[in-house]
């Protein structure tokens, strides 16, 4: 195998281990993974494309459903109303369970090999792991705080994954889910530990460093690793040369889960392995409701080696994002996918902009309903309509 794993706490290089984090650091020590680079060649699209670039063991069986290859959809419309000279939303939304997290589980899957692989999740995760299982014919057991909403249960369901709904929050879910990893000996899809997790989000990282160089690459932040696989694809694919110069990130938090913006603001990335001082959340923004972030260093770190920053949006902000999404960019995210949009009515924000629109908002009708508003009901006859529009 060509790779190594490196602590991103003490900078400990070891190699392979069942152990996902640190020995010395423990749990906090979160383990990076080190490969040398090498430009893809491959006519495969989707994650297969960068094969060189990922580190996959000698043998694995790779799901057969086609992730990554997103869309890239030029917002004109929003670009003007954020005052920005160019935006793209990509959307994430077109992967096969509707979210960023397919690519993440698609590692998880390939390295699970024939064993039963276990996640915690507000529903992304969870019903992106249950669709790559499916694909393979690995069984998955998802926790979900209680609070998941049903349209990604229904996906957990019809995927044949055993959920257990556990009354509590996400970060209940979380331990609970880890004690269960612990007794039954499953592979844990955990991208707060799993080094492995965030090599499938860094090739959202990559794709965006094939499109023409931007100035801003928006994302939103829950636990921190996807904004910190994000910015590993930036720099991998600026280091072979693909991409001329790396854009700055910038980096939106709901005010309701604000633990990676803290400890941004307290520039605590330094120091021993432990938790982000914040705990508790609670918003809309349901995929970036953490409480206590495991990859907060990460995070913290991409953001300030981009040279960029971090902002916190209210619920009411994420709504609004998510109805500026929809109406002047078409593209329909939710709440946590909008969160990115939100950020950009910060003003230091200028330039050219792609913002990550993570999930599709068919993931949560009744956050998107929330936004939207309601219909008109009238009766059958054209003067009910003339009631509405001509009063």
């Given at each position: 195998m060509n790779w190594t794993l490196k602590c991103s706490v003490c900078g400990t290089i070891g190699h392979h281990t069942t152990q996902m984090t640190c020995e010395e650091c423990g749990i906090w020590g979160i383990l990076e993974v080190e490969m040398a680079l090498e430009l893809p060649t491959a006519l495969a699209v989707g994650m297969e494309r960068?094969?060189?670039?990922?580190p996959i063991p000698e043998g694995a069986k790779l799901p057969p459903v086609l992730v990554g290859n997103t869309a890239v959809c030029e917002a004109p419309r929003l670009a003007d109303f954020f005052g920005l000279s160019r935006l793209r939303l990509k959307d994430e939304g077109r992967n096969p369970s509707g979210s960023l997290k397919d690519r993440a589980s698609w590692m998880g899957a390939v390295h699970a090999g024939n064993r039963t692989v276990a996640?915690?999740?507000?529903?992304?995760?969870?019903?992106?792991?249950?669709?790559?299982?499916?694909?393979?014919?690995?069984?998955?057991?998802?926790?979900?705080?209680?609070?998941?909403?049903?349209?990604?249960?229904?996906?957990?369901?019809?995927?044949?994954?055993?959920?257990?709904?556990?009354?509590?929050?996400?970060?209940?879910?979380y331990e609970l889910c880890a004690q269960a990893i612990e007794h039954y000996g499953w592979y844990s899809r955990s991208a707060a530990v799993n080094p492995y997790l965030v090599e499938g989000k860094k090739t959202c990282g990559l794709e965006i460093a094939e499109l023409e160089t931007a100035d801003w690459v928006a994302v939103s932040v829950g636990d921190g690793c996807t904004i910190a696989g994000i910015w590993k694809g930036l720099k991998e694919m600026h280091a072979l040369g693909v991409l001329s110069r790396l854009p700055r990130l910038l980096g939106v938090q709901a005010q309701g889960a604000p633990a990676v913006f803290e400890e941004w603001c307290s520039d605590g990335d330094n120091g021993p392995a432990r938790p982000p001082k914040g705990a508790g959340a609670q918003t809309l923004a349901d995929s970036i409701s953490v409480g206590i972030p495991r990859n907060w260093r990460r995070a913290v770190r991409a953001i300030q080696e981009s040279n960029g920053k971090i902002v916190c949006v209210s619920d009411e902000a994420i709504k609004e994002a998510m109805r500026l999404t929809a109406r002047l960019g078409g593209v329909y995210g939710e709440p946590a996918g909008a969160t990115a949009v939100a950020g950009l009515a910060d003003s230091e924000v200028t330039g050219s902009v792609?913002?990550?629109?993570?999930?599709?908002?068919?993931?949560?009708?009744?956050?998107?309903?929330?936004?939207?508003?309601?219909?008109?009901?009238?009766?059958?006859?054209?003067?009910?309509?003339?009631?509405?529009?001509?009063?």
């Open positions: 960068y094969l060189p670039l990922l996640c915690a999740s507000t529903g992304n995760a969870a019903s992106s792991l249950a669709a790559m299982c499916a694909s393979l014919g690995q069984k998955a057991m998802i926790f979900v705080p209680e609070r998941a909403p049903a349209p990604k249960l229904a996906q957990l369901q019809v995927f044949g994954a055993t959920v257990f709904r556990v009354a509590g929050n996400y970060d209940q879910a792609v913002a990550v629109v993570s999930g599709s908002g068919l993931k949560d009708v009744a956050g998107a309903q929330a936004a939207g508003g309601e219909p008109h009901d009238v009766s059958a006859d054209l003067k009910s309509v003339f009631e509405i529009l001509d009063p």
